[in-house]
C-alpha cells in the first residue's frame, strides 16, 4: 500500500512538470521586458494599449540634444516610437524659445521594448507616453550623475487643491505648445493645473484645452500621450476620446471642480465581496496578458 502511494505521488509530480506551469509560477511580463537593454530588430509598432502592450522597433532619445536632457538614464526609459522622438525634439526646439526655458528635461518614455514595467507607470507601455519635467532647464550640460541627483518641482500644494509659486505664465506657454501639435492625444496635469489654465486662457484660445486632461499625481511633471501613428495597425486608440470626455467642450466646465473639491474628501468604505476576483496590475501580468505579437517583439534579435 505504501509502495502504491509513494508511485501515485510521482505520477503526480512528473504530470505537473510536463503540463503547463500554472499561472502563478509563469515568469512575469515586466521582468522579461525590464531585462531587455536594446530595441528588438523590426519595424516600428506600437502593439496593444498605452497600459497593455508592447513597442517593436523603438529609437533611443539621445541622453542630451541641443534643446533637451534625458534624465534619470540609470532606468533605461528613453526610448520611444520614432513620432514620438521627434515630437520631443520638435517640442523642446519650440520650447527653447520661452522665457526661462533652455529647452526640456524628459523623464521617462519607454523601456527598450515597452512592455510592463518593474516599477513606477502602469503605462508607458508602447513608446507613445512620455513625461516632461515641470522644472524649467536653465542648463542642458548636467552629468550622468546629475541627472540622478536632481528633482524635478511641484507646482501643485500639499493640499492638492490649488496652484503653487511655482507655477508660471511660461508654464502655460509650454502646455499650450505642447497640446497644440496634431501629434498630441492628451496631456495628464495635476487637476490645479487645468483650472488654472481654464481660468486663464483667452476665450478664443481654448480649443488646445481639450486635450489637457486633470489626473492624480503629474504636479512634478506632465504627461504627454501621442495618438496613434497612421498605419500603426497594431495599435488601439485610446477610448473615450477627449472630445467624448468634455462633452465637445474644452473641459472647463462645472465637472472640474469636482478633482478639487469633493474627490479629496474621506469616501465611504465600501464592504469586501469575498467573491469578486482579484484584479491584477501591469506588474502582476504575464505574457499571456499581453497581445500574442508580444512574444516576437520579446524574442528579437
Not at 525590464?34 to 508592447?54: E, F, L, V
Amino acid at each position: 500500500m505504501i509502495r502504491k502511494m509513494f508511485l501515485a505521488s510521482l505520477l503526480a509530480a512528473a504530470s505537473l512538470s510536463l503540463g503547463a506551469a500554472p499561472v502563478s509560477a509563469e515568469k512575469l511580463a515586466n521582468k522579461l521586458f525590464g531585462a531587455k537593454d536594446a530595441p528588438s530588430q523590426q519595424a516600428p509598432m506600437p502593439i496593444g494599449s498605452y497600459a497593455r502592450g508592447c513597442a517593436a522597433g523603438l529609437v533611443e532619445l539621445p541622453e542630451t540634444g541641443p534643446t533637451w536632457q534625458a534624465m534619470r538614464l540609470s532606468r533605461g526609459r528613453n526610448f520611444g516610437q520614432p513620432e514620438m522622438i521627434a515630437f520631443l525634439e520638435d517640442l523642446s526646439a519650440q520650447v527653447s524659445r520661452i522665457n526661462g526655458w533652455a529647452g526640456l528635461y524628459i523623464g521617462d518614455i519607454s523601456q527598450p521594448r515597452g512592455g510592463p514595467m518593474i516599477s513606477g507607470h502602469a503605462s508607458h507601455q508602447i513608446g507613445l507616453d512620455a513625461d516632461i519635467w515641470m522644472l524649467p532647464p536653465k542648463r542642458l550640460n548636467l552629468s550622468r550623475a546629475d541627472r540622478e541627483k536632481i528633482s524635478s518641482i511641484s507646482v501643485r500644494s500639499a493640499d492638492q487643491r490649488k496652484i503653487t509659486t511655482n507655477w508660471t505664465a511660461q508654464h502655460a506657454a509650454v502646455l499650450k505648445a505642447a497640446a497644440s501639435d496634431p501629434r498630441v492625444d492628451r496631456i495628464f496635469v495635476t487637476p490645479p493645473v487645468k483650472i488654472e489654465l481654464c481660468r486663464t486662457a483667452g476665450r478664443k484660445d481654448k480649443d488646445w484645452l481639450q486635450k489637457i486632461r486633470p489626473y492624480w499625481g503629474h504636479d512634478t511633471h506632465f504627461h504627454v500621450r501621442l495618438k496613434c501613428p497612421r498605419g500603426a495597425t497594431a495599435c488601439e486608440t485610446q477610448k473615450p476620446t477627449v472630445a467624448e470626455l468634455s462633452n465637445g467642450g474644452d473641459g472647463c466646465d462645472d465637472s472640474l471642480t469636482w478633482w478639487v473639491t469633493a474627490a479629496l474628501e474621506p469616501q465611504p468604505k465600501k464592504p469586501k465581496d469575498p467573491n469578486a476576483p482579484k484584479k491584477r496590475g501591469p506588474r502582476e501580468y504575464t505574457m499571456a496578458d499581453l497581445p500574442k505579437q508580444c512574444a516576437a517583439v520579446l524574442s528579437s534579435r
